[in-house]
């Protein structure tokens, strides 16, 4: 039954990979008129680590109640598992191995560091979004390099200094000046994006406004110098896991693959409740503070106007697999569906008809959607996009679920997967040294078995599966990819990335791209 239910993908993959490229984006009517935008951005973040996606322990009632008043998407994915290659593609709709961005930035994000621009060459979904008249403001984590002054037609800058920090006093960027605020990090982006829609509100501008609101949480670190969450976190809310058992995190044995550096965040926190408590507490904090901009847009009588989006930039591994982590938690990196899966949420009060959404979405169609629902065109076409609206499951109810049968790629460095279907379809992961990796996600959801390993016992049946996907996958990534800034041969370990790729006559030779293990 295994090996004839995967033929039967396996023919539908092959269909279904024949009209990849060739497939046009479908040109639907988006809103009536330009809806105010907030695109609300979690780090770090799983479907797993919201009451809507079925988590009975963590405490979320304003996702849910976005999820209740507008369109859950239940098979929303990430194309690269990790923080800065993520945004790039949410921000331009293009592939790593197109942007050259590949890795998180560990170098060249301004104030104390040099400033490099990562994505300057790039076109951003706000530089049309601005060109169309909206007012764009950026409050929060941006995390693409040069990050000290306004970015890609942001006219309103209140960003991270750099990804990540303690999030006590966290270092911001406040009008181009770099200082330490005081507070707690997930507030004080809050305050700031408050101050943006009631000042904008106020100005009696007739201008659209588009605000990203991309917080930090639930990035590490989950507890103080102490150990302690209640020391990290505000105390309310790591009070509220004290008796939990965490039963969407399986703290399973470690990975032989878990990356072991100094205090590496697995060894850490794998079976450690302070972490998990933490995490949690990071969640809810968010979630209030999502509750308190959603306060703001009805007090200003914005409710009607304006397109709220929810979604993180990849997930998260906090336990599962025997992994604290994204894709980068392992060495070889890892594809695992706890790491690219993401919660998404579309909410357009009047607009939007409240709907959970099966269809496979990902992050690269999210600049083209964007696009096309606010200002009714095409993303532009000669940038080489490789996805693909989906507006019309916006505001079409007649093609809900139109998507379910569709193949997506994704990479990370040398790592690459293929994934066909919603939920029951096969993944095959190919890394450069040859290791890889297939699943059958129907009979294997939380894909323990990899179909190609020499103990699965059927090795040989699957290989031919393999192939077709792995060449679906070349000929694919050969169609979109830029040679000179591809992944594929880059020394891409997740342990981040230095300069920009296009960066080839700035009289950095020997500076390296990508740091080591």
């Known amino acids: 039954m295994l090996v004839h239910g995967m033929m039967a993908h396996l023919l539908l993959f092959v269909l279904l990979v024949c009209s990849v490229s060739a497939t046009p984006q479908q040109q639907t009517v988006g809103a009536a008129e330009k809806p105010n935008i907030v695109f609300i951005l979690a780090d ?38 990790v923080c800065s290659a993520s945004r790039t593609s949410y921000f331009t709709g293009r592939l790593p191995s197109q942007t050259g961005v590949h890795d998180w930035i560990s170098r060249g994000n301004g104030c104390e560091d040099e400033a490099i621009d990562y994505t300057g060459k790039e076109e951003s979904y706000t530089d049309i979004l601005s060109s169309h008249g909206y007012y764009c ?29 303690t999030y006590i006093n966290p270092p911001m960027v406040n009008n181009s000046k770099c200082e330490n605020i005081k507070g707690y990090v997930t507030d004080i982006i809050t305050d700031d994006a408050i101050s943006f829609i009631n000042g904008y509100t106020k100005s009696g501008m007739k201008d659209p406004f588009y ?11 989950y507890v103080g110098a102490d150990g302690k969450a209640d020391s990290m976190h505000p105390k309310q809310y790591v009070d509220m896991y004290n008796n939990s058992k965490f039963i969407s995190c399986p703290q399973e044995p470690m990975s ?39 306060d703001t847009l009805h007090s200003n009588g914005l409710d009607q106007s304006t397109l709220v989006v929810f979604a993180s930039d990849h997930g998260f591994n906090a336990g599962h697999h025997g992994l604290w982590g994204k894709g980068n938690a392992a060495y070889p990196l890892n594809m695992f569906d706890t790491s690219i899966r993401i919660p998404m949420i579309w909410r357009h009060l009047g607009v939007i008809k409240p709907a959970v959404e099966n269809s496979v979405v990902q992050v690269l169609d999210v600049a083209p959607t964007l696009i096309e629902y606010a200002v009714n065109t095409s993303f532009p076409s000669i940038r080489n996009i490789p996805g693909e609206s989906f507006s019309g499951l916006l505001t079409d109810p007649s093609s809900r679920n139109s998507k379910m049968f569709r193949v997506i790629f994704g990479e990370y460095g040398q790592t690459r997967y293929a994934r066909s279907n919603a939920t029951d379809g096969i993944k095959y992961v190919t890394r450069l040294t040859g290791h890889a990796e297939l699943y059958d996600l129907e009979n294997d959801k939380t894909e323990k078995l990899n179909l190609l390993s020499p103990f699965s016992g059927i090795k040989e049946k699957v290989n031919s599966m393999a192939t077709v996907y792995d060449r679906a996958l070349r000929e694919w990534f050969s169609f979109y990819e830029d040679p000179y800034v591809s992944g594929w041969a880059k020394p891409v370990t997740g342990t981040g990335q230095r300069r920009a790729l296009y960066y080839n006559t700035s009289g950095w030779p020997n500076t390296p791209e990508f740091d080591q293990l």
């Open 44 to 81: 770090d973040m799983g479907l797993w680590a919201a009451a809507t996606y079925g988590n009975s322990e963590i405490i979320t009632p304003n996702i849910d109640k976005l999820a209740e008043e507008g369109i859950k998407f239940n098979n929303a994915f990430c194309n690269t598992p």
């Open 256 to 294: 032989p693959y878990a990356r072991h550096f100094s205090k590496g965040l697995t060894e850490h926190c794998l079976g450690n409740r302070e972490c998990l408590k933490g995490y949690y507490a990071a969640v809810t904090a968010m979630d209030m503070n999502i509750g308190r901009i959603l």
């Open 211 to 221: 605000i990203s609101v991309h917080y930090t949480s639930p990035h590490s670190p």
């Open 137 to 165: 403001a950026m409050s929060g984590k941006y995390h693409l390099g040069d990050q000290q002054y306004p970015q890609h037609s942001f006219k309103h800058w209140f960003v991270h200094q750099k990804g990540g920090s």
